[in-house]
């Protein structure tokens, strides 16, 4: 049925990426935040396809670490974005894993 409306639009996302497991809906600002592998989406929800993406990767030094560790590299040596949530009128907190070395910073939304 939502098909057959016309309504959905697709996000392809990044490529080689499903993780997209962490969401943040701000109805204050109008954005929904996606948390994903090495980022952060901002997505318009008057014009859901208008979207901002933050990049956030693992060190490089963390990334080796984890791949002397054993790890695949490509699938568990990244920043996944797990922790999402609103802070104040202009921040977010957000967390990742950080390669095995979590990690967590304040974002400005503004």
């Avoid at 098909?3 to 996000?11: D, G, T």
């Avoid at 929904?32 to 980022?39: F, N």
Wanted: glycine letters at 6%.
């Amino acid at each position: 049925e939502m098909l057959e409306s016309n309504n959905i639009i697709n996000f392809n996302g990044l490529a080689n990426s499903s993780s997209y497991h962490t969401f943040l809906l701000d109805e204050e600002r109008g954005r929904l935040y996606v948390g994903a592998k090495d980022h952060i989406f901002s997505f318009n929800l008057v014009n859901i396809k208008e979207y901002k993406k933050i990049v956030w990767p693992v060190s490089h030094s963390r990334r080796d670490e984890c791949k002397w560790a054993g790890k695949d590299i490509m699938r568990e040596c990244a920043n996944f974005i797990k922790v999402l949530k609103a802070y104040n009128q202009t921040h977010l907190y957000a967390c990742g894993t950080g390669a095995f070395h979590p990690v967590c910073t304040y974002i400005e939304v503004g």
